[in-house]
Structure formats: structure tokens, C-alpha cells
């Protein structure tokens, strides 16, 4: 019995020592799954509501873009900038804060209003210099920062000016101002005009030779002449002084078959100098209504009974 025991034993021990010699086989590992690849995303395009301009919104900004007057570096007087002035331009004036920029008008001319898009962020003062016909008005802008832009509008009882501001971040101009062009050739015409009125009519006219033998009849304008008078050579036609300020009538000589044919003549300040002589010459002017006044010369100085001395 014990012999079989210990065989049992030993057989025990043997299976045992045999299971430890045998070598483990590792254990199999995940299995390893290929990932099929992301689908695309589907792309989705975002659309860009862009907000449509009115076209008169576009014609308006058009207009004041055309009409913007950059400083002009042949415009520079020193430091100043000087525009020419002209009716509806807009002015582009730079500035700076910790800059004052001051805007010139013309001397004597009365300043009668400032008004500025943003009086916030933007010091807007006047002040003058000089004294009589020298005296002269000035603007002085400051903005408060960089990056501000604002329009300004300049009443006068001459004119009015309209500048765009746009402050910068350290450039502003020092200072600006305008000519005239316009009010220069009023200058021009009103001293041609006077050297015109001091001239004489004619060269060489003989007072002894003149002869009033002209009767003006037919209508009443402002522009009626006062008389009418030729020295054997020319005729002449003296208007009223307002003759300057309106429209003047066409001359016209009528001949023996009652018609009219326009003729030359020369302005000489208020007067038409004709350089032959007629017998009847009639102005005219206007259209729908048109104003009608006669000259007919006379003989010896008599007056036709037809014919109404005015």
C-alpha cells in the first residue's frame, strides 16, 4: 500500500516538474483593426452677405470724392498750404493731436458761422489778427486723437468753405489758406472798365462837327438809350449807366425796304460807336416779348413828325 502511495507521489512530482519546464507561449495580443480613413467633412461655404449699396448713396460719395482738394506740394508757401478757391470743392486738411491747425480766410472778410460734424472729439475755436481792411479771421482745429475724421463748414458773408478733417498720428499741417481767382478777375474787368469809361469815345472827335439830329422813340427799358449823336463819320449811341449791369440790345440798321440787317459796331463803355451813318437803326432784344427801340436821324436838327424825341 505505501508503494503505491509513493508511486502516486512521484508520479505527482514528475507531471509537476514537467509543466514547469515546458515553455509558456505568450499570450496572443490585441488584434490589430485598420481604421477606415475620416470621411470629408463637407464642405460648407458661407455666404458673404454683402450689404448693396444704393446707387444714390454711390453717386453721392462719387461726387464728394471727385470734389476732394488734396494739399498740393507746389501749393506750399512755407509751411502753408494755399488752395485756389472755388465754389463746392471740398478741402482735405490733415491735423494731429498736440497740433493745432489753423485755417486763414480772406482779410476783411467776417466770419458769420462755424459748424463741425463732431464737436466732441475735436477743439474747434476763432480768433483774429491784423486790424482795418487787414484784418483777418482764423479757424484753429485740434483733435483729441489719432484716427478721427470729421467735416467742417465755414460761413463767411463772402463765401462758404467746406473741409474734410483727418487727424493723424503726429502729421498736421501748420496752416492754410485760399486765393481768389474769381474776385481777382472782377478786379481785372472793374479796372478795365474804369480805364474804359476815363478813354475818350473816339480819337480826334471834333465837338464843332457833332450833330443831336436823332430822334428814339418806341419802348421804355432800362437800357433806353439817352442819346444819339455822330460827328459826319460815326454814329454814336449813349446808354445809361445801368447798361453795365444787363443785358445790351443788338443794333440793327433798317434800310429803305424797311428791313433790318444787323451792323459792326464797338462797345466803347456805355456807348456803340458805329462807324458809318444811318438813317433809321432800331434795337432790339428779347424773344417772346421782344423790347423795341427806335433811332431815326432827322434833317437839320428838326425832329419828323413820325418821330417822338425822348
Known amino acids: 500500500m505505501k508503494f503505491v502511495l509513493a508511486a502516486s507521489a512521484l508520479a505527482i512530482i514528475a507531471a509537476s516538474a514537467q509543466a514547469q519546464t515546458t515553455t509558456a507561449q505568450p499570450a496572443p495580443g490585441p488584434v490589430a483593426v485598420a481604421k477606415a480613413p475620416p470621411a470629408p467633412k463637407q464642405q460648407t461655404r458661407r455666404a458673404i452677405a454683402r450689404k448693396r449699396v444704393s446707387p444714390m448713396v454711390a453717386r453721392v460719395a462719387a461726387a464728394?470724392?471727385?470734389?476732394?482738394?488734396?494739399?498740393?506740394?507746389?501749393?506750399?508757401?512755407?509751411?502753408?498750404?494755399?488752395?485756389?478757391?472755388?465754389?463746392?470743392?471740398?478741402?482735405?486738411?490733415?491735423?494731429?493731436?498736440?497740433?493745432?491747425?489753423?485755417?486763414?480766410l480772406q482779410p476783411g472778410e467776417n466770419l458769420v458761422a462755424v459748424a463741425a460734424g463732431d464737436t466732441v472729439r475735436w477743439v474747434i475755436g476763432d480768433t483774429t489778427s491784423g486790424i482795418g481792411a487787414e484784418k483777418r479771421t482764423h479757424i484753429l482745429v485740434k483733435?483729441?486723437?489719432?484716427?478721427?475724421?470729421?467735416?467742417?463748414?465755414?460761413?463767411?458773408?463772402?463765401?462758404?468753405?467746406?473741409?474734410?478733417?483727418?487727424?493723424?498720428?503726429?502729421?498736421?499741417?501748420?496752416?492754410?489758406?485760399?486765393?481768389?481767382?474769381?474776385?481777382?478777375?472782377?478786379?481785372?474787368?472793374?479796372?478795365?472798365?474804369?480805364?474804359?469809361?476815363?478813354?475818350?469815345?473816339?480819337?480826334?472827335l471834333a465837338v464843332d462837327n457833332l450833330r443831336f439830329n436823332y430822334a428814339i422813340s418806341g419802348d421804355a427799358p432800362a437800357w433806353r438809350p439817352l442819346r444819339a449823336f455822330d460827328d459826319g463819320r460815326q454814329t454814336f449811341v449813349e446808354f445809361p449807366a445801368s447798361i453795365a449791369v444787363g443785358d445790351a440790345p443788338p443794333l440793327f440798321v433798317v434800310g429803305p425796304t424797311g428791313e433790318a440787317e444787323l451792323v459792326n459796331y464797338r462797345v466803347r463803355g456805355r456807348f456803340y460807336v458805329v462807324d458809318r451813318i444811318f438813317d433809321v437803326a432800331e434795337l432790339r432784344l428779347g424773344t417772346k416779348k421782344q423790347q423795341v427801340v427806335r433811332i431815326a436821324r432827322v434833317g437839320d436838327g428838326t425832329p419828323s413828325r413820325k418821330e417822338k424825341r425822348s
Not at 464728394?64 to 508757401?77: H, S
Open 64 to 104: 464728394n470724392r471727385a470734389a476732394t482738394l488734396e494739399p498740393q506740394a507746389q501749393g506750399f508757401v512755407n509751411a502753408v498750404q494755399v488752395f485756389p478757391f472755388s465754389d463746392g470743392t471740398i478741402y482735405q486738411v490733415y491735423t494731429a493731436p498736440g497740433a493745432v491747425t489753423d485755417i486763414a
Open 143 to 204: 483733435p483729441f486723437a489719432s484716427g478721427l475724421a470729421t467735416n467742417l463748414v465755414v460761413t463767411t458773408e463772402r463765401r462758404s468753405y467746406h473741409l474734410q478733417l483727418t487727424a493723424t498720428s503726429r502729421t498736421a499741417m501748420a496752416a492754410l489758406s485760399w486765393t481768389y481767382p474769381a474776385d481777382q478777375l472782377i478786379a481785372l474787368r472793374r479796372a478795365a472798365d474804369q480805364a474804359a469809361a476815363a478813354a475818350p469815345v473816339s480819337e480826334g
